[in-house]
């Protein structure tokens, strides 16, 4: 069974644009949630996807939106970058119910010069 | 105050050792609680999952928690140098599918 592939993995953007990350889940997940990982405050929880609804949100500004197509595929999107968006995002997918283990892909790599 | 904290270390210890991996958090609302291992560049790969108090072992892991001191452990046996990686613990209510996680202790087992 292939594991939640996420692309690309490493993207190198400048301030002021605009990114889009992909996610596709284990097949049958219908769960997609995506974390930001740095290494001052670890993994933080950017919001989760079931059944192309937003099921819920972390604390990050409206810059950070994402959204999950009937295939259960989801994108997340980062405009107007800062420097301080520089970090690993995960994406996690899981069967969809409370509290399911989550499996992570091996992350997107973004740099913001 | 994080909800979460975990000592980031580094630990190194020598092959074969007893590793101990601790977390501590302040939600007594957390009732699920997991430890992921992350080896550099790539995602958290889940290790443990339990629910409530109370001990769970698998091969040569064993997590423990401890819900009266907001305390949870993950000890490694036998510990070998492909153990070597960032230990993160994870938890998360009831309520919701947010999971929160410690920023992870990095470990080193020597050959």
């Known amino acids: 069974k292939a594991g939640v592939t996420q692309t690309p993995r490493y993207l190198i953007k400048t301030r002021g644009q605009q990114v889009t990350l992909s996610c596709s889940p284990i097949?049958?997940?219908?769960?997609v949630s995506w974390y930001q990982q740095t290494p001052g405050q670890g993994l933080q929880f950017l919001f989760e996807y079931f059944s192309e609804t937003q099921r819920n949100k972390g604390n990050f500004p409206g810059r950070f939106s994402g959204r999950q197509f009937s295939n259960s595929r989801s994108e997340m999107n980062v405009s107007t970058l800062e420097l301080g968006d520089s970090a690993l995002y995960l994406c996690a997918s899981s069967r969809g119910n409370l509290n399911e283990k989550l499996f992570f892909g091996s992350g997107t790599q973004l740099s913001v010069l | 105050q994080k909800e979460v904290e975990q000592d980031p270390g580094p630990l190194s210890v020598p092959e074969g050792a007893i590793v101990s991996l601790n977390c501590t958090y302040s939600n007594s609302a957390f009732q699920y609680f997991m430890w992921y291992r992350q080896y550099s560049r790539k995602g958290p790969e889940l290790l443990m999952y339990?629910?409530?108090?109370g001990n769970k072992e698998d091969g040569r892991f064993t997590a423990q928690v401890d819900k009266s001191s907001k305390y949870i452990s993950l000890f490694i046996r036998d510990s070998q140098p492909s153990d070597s990686a960032t230990y993160l613990c994870a938890m998360s209510t009831n309520t919701g599918n947010q999971f929160y996680f410690g920023t992870g202790t990095s470990l080193t087992v020597i050959p």
């Open positions: 097949s049958g997940h219908r769960s």
């Open positions: 339990t629910y409530s108090s």
